[in-house]
């Protein structure tokens, strides 16, 4: 296979363009594109702070990474979310592409923040018998929105991928969660003065293509799983994707470009919600006590009620 | 050959032959839309050929949770 720029070898191959690309030509590629869908869906311009949030992970460096390159004014944001070692070890891989870059890194300890006796996400999924990843995403969400409001970012930028996207798109349509679907956008406009614009720039690219900038820049990722995604529904919903992905190249891709062209117009025009404050912290919400203050607050009486049974 | 298998736990396994990529990855039951396949630090498309003294890794590209 041969790079369709130079017809050197090719790195990387993308069936669904029909194309491939040497590793010096897959990155120009790869830059050139996002800055298309930064461009393309008016996620940002040069004079916005961007907020980065960052995992460790392959997705979120690579596009601290590329924006980064593209000149953007960006500053990294690590939420320490207290799951053991992965934490620790996650937390250094962002503190050491950060000072690779030169850049600035946050770092937000959610132990520290928001949980009482060193309670983190392990501990509140734990306290409240729940799966941990829907604790940490809602978590995650809060965390992220506050950071940008409280430091002054116009937008938010996270690492979502394609294979994200129509994981979640999967997930939603299976259950039919229309609130959900209504609000899945490469782009999230800010609709309260405490919520910063939401993007996804590598919303078109899949793992695989995300991984391979990532190994060809030579960026040291947290390669581990966390610990808690053992068994996660996105992963099996990722495989079912990518098994259809290698029979019919262009099928992920299509799925999620179709829903955001066709489908998500009608469900937003019939999703529309009135965002309040929540009564106990201020942050945007739909009902009186946000759903992150009612999840921590159910955690620790739960947490308090099982030490005082010992 | 070695194959190195990162997904994301690293076990090692032996293939005998000069293979192609795609075949090495369809004997080991992996989907080629979820790894990058890489040799001394170069990546390898589906069609690249490998020796069978010759070593390469097999990344998963699969991250779960969000």
């Given amino acids: 296979m041969r790079c369709l720029k130079c017809r050197d070898k090719a790195s990387v191959e993308m069936r669904r363009h029909n194309a491939a690309y040497c590793a010096p030509h897959y990155v120009d590629f790869f830059r050139s594109h996002v800055l298309r869908n930064i461009k393309s869906k008016k996620m940002f311009g040069h004079s916005e702070k961007i907020l980065v949030a960052v995992s460790g992970g392959k997705d979120s460096l690579g596009l601290w990474d590329v924006l980064t390159h593209l000149g953007y004014k960006t500053t990294g944001l690590y939420i320490d979310l207290g799951i053991g070692e992965y934490s620790v070890r996650s937390r250094e891989k962002s503190e050491a592409f950060a000072d690779s870059i030169g850049g600035k890194l946050v770092v937000k300890d959610v132990r520290e923040a928001y949980g009482e006796d060193e309670m983190g996400i392990t501990e509140l999924s734990k306290a409240l018998r729940r799966a941990p990843c829907s604790g940490c995403g809602l978590t995650k969400r809060y965390v992220t929105n506050q950071v940008a409001h409280e430091l002054g970012f116009d937008v938010l930028a996270t690492g979502h991928n394609l294979d994200d996207e129509t994981a979640t798109l999967m997930g939603n349509v299976l259950h039919w969660q229309m609130g959900y679907l209504a609000r899945q956008s490469p782009v999230l406009e800010s609709t309260h003065v405490r919520l910063a614009r939401k993007v996804k720039p590598l919303y078109t690219f899949t793992e695989r293509e995300s991984l391979s900038y990532v190994l060809i820049r030579g960026i040291d990722y947290i390669e581990e799983e966390c610990p808690n995604a053992h068994g996660a529904l996105s992963i099996l919903y990722k495989e079912a994707l990518n098994t259809i992905e290698n029979q019919s190249p262009g099928a992920k891709s299509s799925f999620l470009m179709g829903f955001l062209d066709r489908a998500k117009p009608l469900i937003e025009a019939a999703e529309d919600v009135e965002l309040a404050e929540c009564i106990q912290c201020g942050e945007p919400t739909t009902a009186e006590l946000c759903a992150f203050c009612r999840m921590w607050d159910r955690a620790k009486s739960a947490r308090r009620l099982n030490r005082g049974k010992i | ?66």
Wanted: charged fraction near 25%; avoid cysteine; charge should be negative.
């Fill in chain 2, 1 to 66: 050959m070695r194959v190195v298998l990162r997904n994301p736990r690293r076990r090692e396994i032996q293939i005998a032959g000069n293979r192609q990529v795609l075949a090495i990855l369809e004997e080991l039951g992996l989907n080629p839309e979820t790894v990058v396949v890489v040799q001394g630090g170069a990546l390898l498309t589906r069609d690249a050929y490998v020796a069978d003294d010759s070593s390469i890794e097999v990344i998963s590209a699969i991250s779960g949770g969000m």
